[in-house]
């Protein structure tokens, strides 16, 4: 089993910045993926970055240039920052890790709680 742990939501006026992590913990082989998505109220959670063992990166058009996502792997946790906020950031963000559960075992897709960010003046 794989837990995932949010932290660093909150309430921030445009213009701002937070800092999104995410801790990963449990019985697993590796991880092999890890991201953020965002779901806003009457709205599809889309994809926010995310980033591979690799790390490479990939970003929604909406965010670049504005969010970096950067992983620690010693850590098994993947970071959030996001600066220039707007308004339409406002969402709940959650964190999503793509895991090798065992060399023979297969994999699986795990996600966390949610955090609220909330982006206004």
């Known amino acids: 089993q794989v837990q995932l742990v949010e932290s660093g939501g909150g309430l921030v006026q445009p213009g701002g910045s937070l800092r999104l992590s995410c801790a990963a913990s449990?019985?697993?082989?590796?991880?092999?993926?890890m991201g953020w998505y965002r779901q806003a109220p009457g709205k599809q959670r889309e994809l926010v970055a995310r980033?591979?063992?690799?790390?490479?990166?990939d970003y929604a058009d909406s965010v670049k240039g504005r969010f970096t996502i950067s992983r620690d792997n010693t850590k098994n946790t993947v970071y959030l920052q996001m600066n220039s906020l707007k308004p339409e950031d406002t969402a709940v963000y959650y964190c999503?890790?793509?895991?090798?559960?065992?060399?023979?075992?297969?994999?699986?897709?795990?996600w966390g709680q949610g955090t609220q960010v909330t982006v206004s003046s």
């Open positions: 980033t591979d063992r690799g790390a490479s990166t």
């Open positions: 999503n890790a793509f895991v090798r559960i065992g060399v023979v075992s297969g994999y699986g897709d795990y």
């Open positions: 449990g019985t697993f082989f590796s991880i092999e993926a």
